[in-house]
């Protein structure tokens, strides 16, 4: 009888490791300029984070900017808290979300570049 509760026992963990691995996409897209599916775990009640090459990214952005360094530091700031860089050297700020067209500097300025 003891045996067979164990046996019980490791095919309902089976069945729940099963699950949890299901819900993962595993698919890369292409289209995007960093990995979605690179996860960082921030200790163990965080939710997933996802990492990505701020300073690569805010490069790319800023590459055209008129004062590089100030659009690099403000973009690098945005990332960080963000975890996204909008596609271009301009606009599509939208695409980032309300966390990134939201974020004022002291003075009331849209601070993300």
Known sequence: MEGR???LIIIFVFFCFS???????FEADEDLPYNLHQVTVRG??????????CQGLC????GRHSRPNMCLRACGTCCMRCKCVPPGTYGN???CGVCYTDMT????????P
């Open 5 to 7: 509760g164990c046996f």
């Open 19 to 25: 699950q949890v691995l299901s819900d993962f996409d």
């Open 44 to 53: 163990g009640n965080r939710r997933l984070m996802q990492s990505i090459d």
């Open 59 to 62: 490069g790319v952005r800023c």
């Open 93 to 95: 700020r939208e695409a």
């Open 105 to 112: 500097t002291h003075g009331n300025k849209t601070k993300c």
